[in-house]
């Protein structure tokens, strides 16, 4: 048991000792799940060879007919994400990371005679795995836990970014 312990403490030291390599520019787009916002569009930036700050802009604009009215739902969101990035091995990286979501709401379904429409803001949490090509095209697939703190409940929305990092000179 000890042996163990001792095994997974010096792979953790080395993983970590190791740096990502975090490029100081990413752009592209994060395909998320229903609890999300849908596609966003993501941009990353590096802060150290081990940290880095995520920003994703994400909309949405749907109808249904419910009882042969139309009904318009529209939102759109800002999330700021800060990660910590650890190296599996080269151009493979998973992180895990904090942050927030801001955005509003509208929606042409009635209560008493008013439209609906609404500020949300929720906690973030993050992790994923990604992998860099060596011609600087990236793709991830990450977790996110959401807990809404205004106007919104809690969910996970997970995603797939497709991403290209851009080099530093």
Known sequence: MRRNFFIFVLIFMFVNAAPAQIPKHAAGLRYGTVY???????????????????????????????????QDYNSWALNGLYHWVWKLSE??????????????WSSSQKYDSRYNNGFFLSALGDTGIEYSFPGGI???????PEVGLYNQG????????????????
């Open 36 to 70: 999300g916002l849908g596609t966003e569009i993501s941009y990353q930036h590096g802060l150290t060879s081990k940290n880095r700050l995520e920003f994703d802009f994400g909309f949405t604009s749907r109808y249904e007919y419910i009882n042969g009215l139309k």
């Open 138 to 144: 990236q793709l991830g697939l990450n977790a996110r």
């Open 154 to 169: 809690i969910g996970v929305n997970v995603g797939f970014a497709l991403r290209y990092q851009f080099k530093s000179n």
């Open 91 to 104: 151009g493979l990286n998973w992180y895990a990371g904090v942050g927030a979501k801001i955005g509003f």
